[in-house]
């Protein structure tokens, strides 16, 4: 996922001094019973004004390895740090996930390559299943260590292009868990029947979330679907339906550069004026 870079970071995806560091702790999950026969790393970032005295929001991130990374095009904990500090956006403890492998041992470093086979299944499948898995397996083994909110206005999800429609679809199909969507270069396009969504939006239910879209003029145009072409449908759908939404299109690729430079202004408006109860 490399192409061109040209957004550039500013200073809030940058360390500074006298800001306080979360902590960034790796785990393995490897007895899963919603996507039985895979095995997966994921991280938990927990910022320095957590306090077990008061429950944290939470954010949740697809193919974590690309969001925790302090020198790729995210660089969350970094973000994380300095909005929190700032007050622009709640405590928040990170929970960064990769998609399963199908094999006897996990690869020795987290990354695209070797392709986690059961990616796709899991992210681009419009069912309850991914969302399960979250709420059955990782979450409560995360709130074992940590106490994190219940209220689904205080519980974010994101992800970029399968990662993007699989971070919608948890919200979608349960927005009593989650109500913050941020997709970025998100795949609502034929890989697996994600081209319905901008349909499905129109005529059900209007649900009680707060989506973010990020996408390209430059991003793919494949057997799939036209990405750039996708994202203005969903946003169009979310505008017809009064959704609490923003979409920012931009020049890029099918990459994390434009994603990954503007996702403290992203944060900050996915959380805004979001307290935690106390």
Known sequence: MSEEKPYEHGPDSERHEGVPRGTVTDHKWL????????????SVYVPAQYSPDK????????????YVSEDGDM??????????????????IGVFIDPGHKKDALPEVRGWNPHPENRSVEYDTLSDAYAEFLLTEIIPEVAKEYRITDDPDGRAIC??????????????????????????????????????????I????????????QDGSADLDNAHGNWPLANQQMAAALAFRDYDHKFVYG?????????????????????RDYQLPE
């Open 55 to 66: 429950p944290a929001a939470l954010m949740v991130f697809q193919d974590g390895h690309a």
């Open 75 to 92: 660089r969350v904990p970094v973000v994380f740090d300095n909005l929190i500090h700032a007050g622009d956006m709640p405590v928040t």
């Open 251 to 271: 020049t890029g690729a099918h990459n994390g550069n434009h994603g990954g430079a503007i996702l403290p202004d992203s944060l900050r408006w996915l959380w």
């Open 202 to 213: 129109r005529k059900a239910d209007k649900r009680p979330l707060r989506v973010f879209l």
């Open 31 to 42: 007895d899963s019973k919603v996507f039985p026969g895979t095995i997966r790393r994921y």
């Open 159 to 200: 992800g970029l292009s399968s990662g993007g429609i699989c971070a919608f679809t948890v919200a979608w199909e349960r927005p009593d868990a989650f109500r913050k969507v941020l997709s970025h270069i998100g795949s609502f396009t034929n890989i697996r029947g994600g081209d319905a969504y901008p349909g499905i």
